[in-house]
């Protein structure tokens, strides 16, 4: 169980390029996040074999929170708190920046379909 992307997943999507130098440090996020992900999903790697759960999805998520921290980490630890739509407007916070954290629609993500339809289903932070 290897992480579910990786250095060159992340710079594609940021359209950046790491050094020698950075490149540990963005696969350590990897782990840290794929690690994070089997945690919270304790099922998540028989979900992509049994094909419930997209691993292209697994990658995107993965990717986003670490591109998450690191433009945390980049800003001087502000981040984006909440969105609303359709009219744009953001909230700005320091916790943000706290450390690796999956939000709820990305854990909604990371959830079989057939599980997210139940009533009442928990969805553990």
Do not use: W
């Not at 790491?18 to 540990?24: G, K, L, N, Q, V």
């Not at 953001?90 to 959830?111: D, P, R």
Request: glycine share 6%; aromatic share 6%; hydrophobic share 40%.
């Amino acid at each position: 169980m290897g992480p579910f992307a990786t250095y060159e997943d992340l710079e594609v999507r940021l359209g950046v390029q790491y050094d020698d130098a950075e490149r540990p440090q963005v696969e350590a996020l990897i782990t840290d996040v794929s690690a994070l992900i089997r945690q919270a999903r304790p099922s998540i790697d028989a979900d992509i074999e049994a094909e419930r759960i997209s691993a292209d999805v697994v990658r995107m998520v993965t990717c986003q929170v670490v591109a998450r921290y690191m433009s945390t980490v980049d800003s001087g630890g502000i981040g984006v708190r909440s969105e609303q739509h359709p009219e744009y407007g953001y909230t700005l916070t320091t916790a943000a920046a706290n450390g690796l954290e999956l939000t709820q629609s990305e854990l909604a993500l990371l959830t079989p379909v057939s599980q997210r339809s139940k009533a009442f289903s928990i969805m553990p932070r």
